[in-house]
């Protein structure tokens, strides 16, 4: 594990996938991440690159040829290099390899940066293009949070605070893919209570969510953190079933449509980065 510490948080992450496994509150040693229990779910805070989601049939096309990708993409199976570490800053690399060039035809290099700051963790995923043509790619997050946070409470006795939103409308997933037909999602005060069945079905995607925070607190608004994010259009929410978290995942990038036809240059939410360009967006979670 490499850690990262300040006064009032700690945090470790695993080289494989650059992946957060625990932000801990000192004062009061709450663990704000989810264990990875296997029996449910054995990640924790995945980065999903180059493609956020599944593609139809696991296939793209590009250049008119055919090229495979699992879901979500390779990064988060593959390791980092840690290219900086201080007190409070750790930043990881990923470039391409031969072997991600024959799933993947672009070079590139992808930087997950993690900053604490009092209460608060920042993650900056950093793109930067060093080819000779545009770079075409999605990358959304994944972290899951506990809930409840302590073990006294239930997972009913949690909820979603939105910002500014009081109603929300959901694309289901048919097969891993984006379904056209949208379901309301009705909020009270602008919250969502938690349930396990809200996602018997796999996850609630949005992409008209109008809100930059989501806070997930206890119902007295005893325990929690806030979950702000900027520039990310498409938004999940999900759950293993019946498992006690809740992931929060800010995309620029969605899982195929049912009637896509394949090729990477027409795939909804794909950001086209020119040569020698860089790209960066981050979302931030503060305890409390």
Not at 65 to 71: D, N, Q, T, V
Not at 164 to 175: A, G, P, Q, V
Not at 268 to 285: F, Y
Request: glycine residues 6%.
């Amino acid at each position: 594990m490499i850690l990262l510490e300040n006064e009032y948080i700690k945090a470790s992450f695993l080289k494989t996938g650059a992946e957060l496994k625990q932000l801990v509150h000192k004062k009061t040693g709450m663990d704000y991440l989810w264990n990875s229990d296997r029996e449910y779910w054995a990640k924790s805070s995945p980065v999903l690159f180059p493609i956020v989601g599944a593609l139809k049939n696991n296939t793209y096309t590009y250049e008119g040829k055919a090229y495979s990708l699992p879901r979500h993409g390779f990064a988060r199976d593959m390791e980092f290099e840690v290219t900086q570490v201080n007190d409070h800053t750790l930043l990881f690399t990923l470039k391409q390899t031969a072997e991600t060039l024959k799933q993947y035809p672009f070079e590139f290099k992808l930087g997950l940066r993690y900053v604490l700051d009092d209460t608060t963790l920042s993650c900056t995923y950093e793109v930067d293009n060093p080819g000779h043509k545009d770079l075409l790619f999605s990358i959304g997050a994944h972290p899951a949070f506990k809930a409840p946070l302590v073990e006294e409470a239930n997972y009913s006795d949690y909820q979603l605070v939105f910002n500014k939103d009081t109603e929300l409308l959901y694309h289901k997933i048919s097969d891993n893919l984006i379904d056209s037909a949208t379901v309301a999602l009705p909020l009270i005060d602008g919250a969502l209570a938690l349930r396990h069945e809200l996602f018997y079905e796999d996850a609630l995607v949005f992409k008209t969510m109008k809100s930059d925070q989501i806070t997930l607190q206890d119902s007295q608004a005893k325990h929690g953190l806030h979950f702000k994010y900027d520039g990310f259009p498409y938004f999940g929410i999900w759950a293993a079933k019946d498992a006690n978290f809740v992931c929060l995942e800010p995309w620029c990038g969605i899982a195929d449509h049912v009637g896509h036809q394949g090729k990477l240059e027409e795939k909804e939410g794909i950001n086209r980065l020119s040569p020698q360009n860089s790209w960066n967006r981050t979302w931030q979670v503060t305890c409390f």
